[in-house]
């Protein structure tokens, strides 16, 4: 049985202000080892050029402690509160909010966040998209995925037809991919919420998006097949980095799904752009 552990709103700060400083400049090494493995199998010139200045990039930034991109993003946190936590010296979602305020300050980075109506900005990027789960245990995690405007501007929530199948959201897939074309950014992760409600399903792709990119649904073959299938139809769109032509469209299709109503069929499909900066901490 797990004992109540005490965690100053403090410590929630730093963490979460070390975790987007750090996403902001150094990408992940599951991105980078896809995206090298990706300009090495590239047949088109300007596509294995672009995934090549991409990998240089990833390297400046990290070497220099610089943002991988100048759209720096909206930060979102998924975080999954032990319920045998006490949280002490102040409000939890404050100690959050603050910890992005200190980052996107402190770092230099630049505050993309605004008002929809007026677009006066906020000023310090908050305030932050926090999703929080209670869970089992005594510790908390954070993951802060900071995303930028490009890609999420690509995604979109639907309601098909119940009668759709497996069949119906793979072409929805494959269609907003097809729109996108290079807007995004490519190479891109697709992240596929599928059920729930309409806003679950968009949660559920957005989570998606932090998988280690290439891993599978380990749960679901139905799901794991369909991850397949649809990065090798994306992948002969022939949109290619860049949007310069090529193979590599995108880099993986991360798919999860729960039930819904008998009356429905959510499906999301939110795009990532290759800077897919997500890091995460265990407190």
């Known amino acids: 049985?797990?004992?109540?552990?005490?965690?100053p709103t403090d410590i929630i700060t730093d963490t979460v202000k070390g975790l987007f400083l750090t996403a902001s400049s150094e990408l992940g090494e599951d991105v980078l080892s896809v995206i090298r493995k990706a300009a090495q199998s590239e047949d088109t010139e300007l596509g294995k050029y672009a995934l090549e200045k991409i990998l240089e990039n990833a390297k400046v930034a990290k070497d220099d402690s610089l943002p991988l991109c100048q759209d720096t993003g909206l930060a979102v946190v998924f975080v999954e509160v032990g319920q045998d936590v006490h949280v002490t010296g102040g409000d939890f979602n404050e100690a959050v909010q603050e910890g992005v305020r200190r980052a996107y300050t402190d770092g230099f980075l630049?505050?993309?966040v605004c008002d929809p109506i007026t677009r006066a900005n906020?000023?310090?990027?908050?305030?932050?998209?926090i999703h929080t789960e209670i869970v089992l245990g005594n510790t908390i995690r954070f993951i802060a995925m900071p995303k930028g405007g490009g890609s999420e501007n690509m995604s979109s929530s639907v309601m098909l037809l119940p009668s759709s199948g497996l069949e119906g959201i793979r072409k929805h897939i494959i269609d907003m991919v097809r729109t996108a074309g290079p807007n995004p950014?490519?190479?891109?992760?697709?992240?596929?919420?599928i059920g729930g409600s309409i806003?679950?399903?968009a949660l559920l792709a957005k989570r998606a998006l932090s998988r280690r990119v290439g891993e599978p649904n380990l749960l679901d073959t139905r799901l794991s097949e369909l991850e397949r299938e649809a990065l090798v139809e994306i992948?002969?769109?022939?949109?290619?980095?860049?949007g310069y032509g090529g193979k590599t469209t995108a880099l993986a299709v991360h798919v999860e799904m729960m039930p819904c109503h008998i009356a429905?069929?959510?499906?999301?499909?939110?795009?990532?752009?290759?800077?897919?900066?997500?890091?995460?901490?265990?407190?």
Do not use: F, W, Y
């Open 1 to 7: 049985m797990n004992t109540i552990r005490e965690i």
């Open 110 to 112: 630049r505050k993309s």
């Open 122 to 129: 906020t000023g310090d990027n908050t305030p932050a998209v």
């Open 185 to 193: 950014c490519p190479p891109i992760i697709v992240g596929v919420g």
């Open 199 to 201: 806003e679950k399903s």
């Open 235 to 242: 992948n002969n769109l022939g949109i290619g980095p860049q």
């Open 264 to 283: 429905s069929l959510p499906v999301t499909v939110n795009i990532q752009c290759h800077v897919a900066r997500h890091k995460e901490a265990v407190i």
